[in-house]
């Protein structure tokens, strides 16, 4: 038995069964397009981590602060990471003897058919004692399966890095929306009461004889019609303001006196650097969280293969044994065994190449689905940086329009006031300066909505040497 023993404990240090995993290599541009990536400058004021500082709004930081200790997803994400890392100590304990508490007491009396004269009518029997069993982990199933939790345990905690890095350009861009309507909101205003002023002036002219009643009527559907937009505005408003305060982990409805007040769309300051393509494999969770479950899934390859192989184990008793209780606590009573079962299942119909093939495909699924979260990544990072850069040529052509068409309201209003030109002129500049600086405004919006998406699409919001998040513990 000693023996035997021994070779088995050497045995288990054998090498695991099933593929032993290498993260693939996944190829890259060298670069991003350089006609698209010209504008985007590097400066390493700005930190990737903490992107959001580009705004340079004091308030925005504090939204992302408030989000990052209050985000209920945030917080579900934690507890996925606490589920997770059970799991993983749980995977962790196959490595150790099962050890159990056995105490049983029998009494039996036979019948007196089977007893013998003179002899006791009640046989009895006592045993306590402790039992243990321990898997010899010959061919590493244990050790496979400690690999894939320990793969899922880390994919859980880029799971939870991959909800702060939506959340917090969640955060942002809602907080862009609010101020982009507001803004909106305010040029819609400033236009019905430039229009209010032309209703007023048509109804003067009027009534001096020097307008017709159709100039008068035109001008007060252009006020209502302009006014009818702020509705819809305030709709769009209310409804950023309620999501805010969800993202923020409040009831909707909470924010509303916070954002009473009109403040214009924060200002954008210099702007960082993208890095090179293959970063993004490096920083974005979704792609680190694939590669992990990849990772998990090889292991699993292992812990089905070892079905294949005999299983070994030691199972041992020590204890006290006696047939009277009296005698239960004596030296004679100590009783101690040793066995060594081997189990194998020579026939099981296929199921266990069976699910060998399953585990396979799993791999090979998870294999293509990480090379296509690549090919996602590079595309959202290319068409951010290219809607980046045209929003800004969209934007200067929108205020030089503007500025012309505002310009060119005040100079109808004179001739109109002159009697050079009808009121339908008037009515024409009006309208199309309430309809550009809407999309000034809108387009400035998108702008920074693209910059928000693009800092998201290169993984930004998390830091590498933050600690990871329990439950019952602030969020880091």
């Not at 293509?368 to 996602?376: E, G």
Request: a negative charge; charged letters at 20%; glycine letters at 8%.
């Amino acid at each position: 038995m000693g023996g035997f023993t021994a070779v088995i404990l050497v045995l288990a240090g054998c090498a695991a069964v099933g593929p032993d995993y290498q993260q693939p290599e996944i190829q890259t541009p060298d670069a991003w397009s350089e006609t698209i990536a010209a504008q985007v400058e590097l400066d390493q004021a700005a930190s990737l981590q903490t992107w959001w500082k580009i705004f340079n709004d004091p308030e925005l930081d504090d939204l992302i602060e408030r989000a990052r200790l209050a985000n209920l997803d945030l917080k579900i994400a934690v507890a996925r990471i606490d589920a997770s890392r059970s799991l993983l100590a749980g995977a962790r304990g196959g490595k150790q003897p099962v050890v159990t508490g056995d105490a049983e007491a029998s009494i039996e009396h036979p019948s007196d058919s089977e007893s013998l004269p003179g002899e006791a009518n009640n046989i009895e029997s006592y045993q306590l004692g402790l039992g243990a069993t321990w898997e010899i982990d010959v061919f590493g199933r244990v050790r496979r399966n400690i690999e894939a939790a320990g793969a899922r345990y880390q994919a859980s905690v880029e799971d939870y890095r991959d909800v702060m890095v939506s959340l917090y350009a969640d955060v942002a861009q809602t907080y862009i929306d609010i101020r982009s309507t507001q803004q909106r909101i305010v040029d819609v205003n400033s236009n019905a009461a430039s229009m209010a002023g032309s209703l007023e002036l048509a109804t003067a002219l009027e009534a001096s004889g020097l307008a017709s009643q159709l100039d008068v009527v035109q001008a007060r559907g252009n006020l209502e019609t302009t006014r009818a937009i702020i509705p819809l505005l305030q709709i769009s408003l209310e409804r950023s303001v309620n999501r805010l305060a969800v993202l923020l982990g409040q009831e909707a409805g909470s924010l509303q006196a916070e954002f009473a007040e009109t403040r214009p769309l924060p200002p954008v300051g210099a702007l960082m650097g993208v890095g090179v393509p293959a970063a993004v494999l490096r920083q974005r969770p979704d792609i680190r969280r694939a590669e992990r479950l990849l990772a998990s899934q090889s292991a699993e390859v292992g812990v089905a293969t070892a079905a294949l192989y005999p299983g070994f184990s030691l199972a041992g008793f020590f204890g006290l044994q006696s047939d009277s209780l009296s005698d239960l606590f004596k030296g004679s009573s100590l009783a101690w065994g040793l066995q060594s079962p081997v189990q194998w299942n020579l026939f099981n119909g296929g199921v266990v190449r069976s699910n060998i093939d399953f585990q396979d495909a799993l791999l090979q699924q998870r294999l293509l689905q990480y090379k296509q979260q690549v090919l996602k990544a590079i595309e959202e990072v290319e068409n951010t940086i290219a809607a980046f850069n045209y929003y800004q040529v969209r934007i200067e052509h929108l205020e030089n329009a503007t500025n012309a068409t505002s310009e060119a309201v005040d100079l109808v209003l004179v001739q109109y006031n002159a009697g050079l030109t009808d009121f339908n002129n008037v009515l024409i500049t009006q309208r199309d300066l309430v309809s550009l600086q809407d999309q000034l405004t809108a387009t400035r919006a998108n702008s920074e909505t693209a910059l928000i998406t693009l800092y998201k699409a290169l993984g930004g919001g998390w830091d590498p040497e933050a600690s990871i998040p329990m439950g019952n513990d602030p969020v880091n």
